[in-house]
């Protein structure tokens, strides 16, 4: 309660009228069943609460209430089919805010939290059937003006408050991102050495799920993408049905999601344990591109720097390879390079798995600074109809991705269990 109490402290010394944080919306599957219940990450952030129908106001104008939790009420009926809930006082000596009251008042109160507020802090957009409420209560606000009172005329999104701070990772924070990351990576070596031609993708993918859930892991951090052969060029493949050959690599992007915190990790291998020569020339490439992105990831460097190195390095071997003709610079110039490489090397890690904070500040691309936690993910992707690509390289995808934490002299890998070199690789998958 502490931990989120001391979010919520240093939100409201930088606050300038109202913050609002829904809870995520639940999804129906169908009939009766609903999508897995996962609280929205801001409003789990500030509250540490993981019930839906809840909504958080913090306010710097109210005279007593600075943080304020509205929620689902007790329900003995409803409990019985869908376990406890905290109801209104179990929230408020949960989550130690000022005061707690039933959802179904929200409509009615929240003119009153918006009163006196020059600006309201809301993601405007995320959740359109609630934008309508928070509207009606900014118009409630505003008809009751007539007194001296300020009603907000500013809409802002929260990325300068509380996504500024949960992009610089605390101690607890980093805790559960290297417990994420152990878990995530013990699952990687598994899968290596429980792979064999004949095996299908979903047996893979039911070792990566059992090791994630059995070490604690609440749930995965996203879908997992396990892609043998022709499918490891597939980005976003999920469908994991395929039948694994001999003489194919086998690209697994997996990460669980522990205590609210992502890992994102990615392992291309042999599924017989060897690589072949054409396919260990691919890969040596990549991993020279992601040693140097990672050298790369230290203070006052970007990720923009990051994506440079990482993409200099992948065009050289593309030339040299013979997938790509002409001069480097010219290639990255003119995007011929998107054909084998159409990703970025980059993106911010922490409770979400493409974390939120400004990639940006003033039109620069910001400084890394310590506490700060990015994937460093340069892949080659050769589709295997591709008639451009010499014959060895058709079908080959490969992609190593690792997380990376930003520290005072440099950085440290927290995926680093995981073999990234060639002949280590071969030794796990082979053990
Ligand atoms: N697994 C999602 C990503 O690598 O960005
Ligand atoms: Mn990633
Ligand atoms: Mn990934």
Same mark, same amino acid.
């Given at each position: ?5 001391? %979010? ?59 943080? !304020? ?10 409990? !019985?089919?869908?376990?406890? %809930? ?36 809301? !993601? ?71 792979c ?32 043998s ?15 694994m050959?001999?003489?194919e690599l086998l690209l697994i ?15 291309t291998f042999?599924v017989?344990? %060897? ?6 020339? !691919? ?136 073999? %990234? ?11």
């Amino acid at each position: 309660m502490e931990v989120f109490r001391e %979010r919520r402290r240093r939100v409201l010394a930088a606050l300038d009228g109202v913050a609002l944080l829904i809870s995520a919306p639940e999804t129906i599957r169908n009939h009766d069943v609903h999508h897995a219940y996962r609280q929205d990450s801001d409003l789990f952030y500030l509250t540490g609460f993981e019930e839906p129908e809840s909504i958080l106001v913090m306010s710097s104008v109210h005279p007593e209430h600075q943080s !304020v939790l509205f929620v689902r009420e007790r329900d003995p009926e409803r409990e !019985v089919w869908d376990g406890a %809930r905290a109801g209104v006082e179990g929230a408020k000596a949960s989550c130690g805010v000022d005061a707690t009251f039933p959802i179904s008042e929200f409509e009615a109160k929240i003119g009153d939290y918006l009163e006196g507020a020059d600006t309201l802090h809301y !993601v405007l957009g995320q959740q359109p059937s609630f934008d309508t409420i928070v509207l009606e209560g900014i118009e409630k606000a505003r008809a009751r003006g007539r007194s001296k009172k300020a009603w907000p005329q500013t809409i802002r999104h929260p990325q300068a408050l509380w996504h500024e701070m949960r992009l610089i990772k605390s101690d607890a924070e980093l805790e559960a991102m290297r417990r994420a990351a152990t878990i995530s990576a013990e699952a990687h070596c598994r899968a290596m050495a429980a792979c064999q031609p004949g095996m299908y993708e979903y047996e893979i993918e039911a070792v990566l799920k059992q090791t994630f859930l059995t070490a604690g892991a609440a749930r995965v951090a996203y879908n997992p993408i396990v892609g043998s052969g022709p499918n490891a060029t597939v980005l976003h493949y999920v469908e994991n049905r395929r039948q694994m050959q001999d003489g194919e690599l086998l690209l697994i992007d997996a990460g669980c999601e522990y205590a609210f915190y992502a890992a994102d990790i990615t392992r291309t291998f042999p599924v017989n344990g %060897r690589f072949s020569e054409a396919q260990r020339q !691919v890969y040596d490439v990549v991993l020279a591109a992601q040693d140097a992105a990672i050298a790369e990831t230290k203070p006052g460097s970007n990720i923009d720097a990051v994506h440079e190195v990482a993409r200099e390095h992948l065009v050289r071997g593309m030339v040299e390879m013979g997938l790509l003709e002409g001069d480097v610079a010219t290639l990255i110039e003119d995007d011929s390079y998107k054909r084998y490489y159409m990703h970025r090397t980059s993106h911010w890690l922490g409770m979400d798995v493409h974390d939120v904070g400004a990639y940006y500040v003033g039109g620069e691309c910001r400084p890394f600074e310590p506490g700060m936690v990015i994937t460093v993910e340069p892949g080659i992707y050769i589709a295997a109809d591709d008639e451009k690509a010499p014959e060895a390289f058709r079908g080959i995808g490969i992609r190593i991705e690792d997380d990376i934490l930003v520290t005072e002299d440099g950085n440290v890998n927290l995926t680093a269990n995981v073999p %990234r070199k060639p002949d280590e690789i071969e030794r796990v998958c082979l053990a």
